[in-house]
T-cell receptor, first 116, second 116 residues
Framework: NAGVTQTPKFRVLKTGQSMTLLCAQDMNHEYMYWYRQDPGMGLRLIHYSVGEGTTAKGEVPDGYNVSRLKKQNFLLGLESAAPSQTSVYFC???????????????FGPGTRLTVT | AQKVTQAQTEISVVEKEDVTLDCVYETRDTTYYLFWYKQPPSGELVFLIRRNSFDEQNEISGRYSWNFQKSTSSFNFTITASQVVDSAVYFCALRVQYAGTYKYIFGTGTRLKVLA
């Protein structure tokens, strides 16, 4: 049981390049989330998904796209990276029914992205 | 507005001192959940506690304790006899209704430094 994994752990991009961050969870959670963490700003929600095939915008969605083709995977894409997207990205998942850890978010280890 | 305020940006204490981290929240929901997460220097986010809005009992777990007061919209976290390993950034979070589903709102975090 690996929990939530993220690929890659580190990446450096040049302005205008594209990339995809992969998040995978093996806990059969319905909900998945992408956050970015910037100094002094806590975690801000980029996009989220309430189930396979569904996605929705969070608080800071501009410049990002997401897809959830399989329940266990949640992809975050940057089509044309900008220096303002330099951040640490966290993926999380949560269960929404039953069990002792209801609504707890399980976080991946994070991806540190630098855009130059 | 729905938000979480952690007014203490950084706290430094000497080992074995007690320290309280403050969390004040705002929500229009009558049912909600509050959380505390720890982010040690290694960067991962570690779940500490979940509390629902109907349960105002204080909770103690070893050296950690939490005081939830709906009357003041606060969910404070106390570490007794702090240790160097407690040095981390601590986030308070609130789960609220959002766009027909739910989202989590994080505070900006409190960095705790425990000095030997």
């Amino acid at each position: 049981n690996a929990g939530v994994t993220q690929t890659p752990k580190f990446r450096v991009l040049k302005t205008g390049q594209s990339m995809t961050l992969l998040c995978a969870q093996d806990m059969n959670h319905e909900y998945m989330y992408w956050y970015r963490q910037d100094p002094g700003m806590g975690l801000r929600l980029i996009h989220y998904s309430v189930g396979e095939g569904t996605t929705a915008k969070g608080e800071v969605p501009d410049g990002y796209n997401v897809s959830r083709l399989k329940k266990q995977n949640f992809l975050l894409g940057l089509e044309s990276a900008a220096p303002s997207q330099t951040s640490v990205y966290f993926c999380a998942s949560s269960r929404t029914s039953g069990g002792p850890r209801l609504y707890e978010q399980y976080f991946g280890p994070g991806t540190r992205l630098t855009v130059t | 507005a729905q938000k979480v305020t952690q007014a203490q940006t950084e706290i430094s204490v000497v080992e074995k001192e007690d320290v309280t981290l403050d969390c004040v929240y705002e929500t229009r929901d009558t049912t909600y959940y509050l959380f505390w997460y720890k982010q040690p220097p290694s960067g991962e986010l570690v779940f500490l506690i979940r509390r629902n809005s109907f349960d105002e009992q204080n909770e103690i777990s070893g050296r950690y304790s939490w005081n939830f007061q709906k009357s003041t919209s606060s969910f404070n976290f106390t570490i007794t006899a702090s240790q160097v390993v407690d040095s981390a950034v601590y986030f308070c979070a609130l789960r609220v209704q959002y766009a027909g589903t739910y989202k989590y709102i994080f505070g900006t975090g409190t960095r705790l430094k425990v000095l030997a």
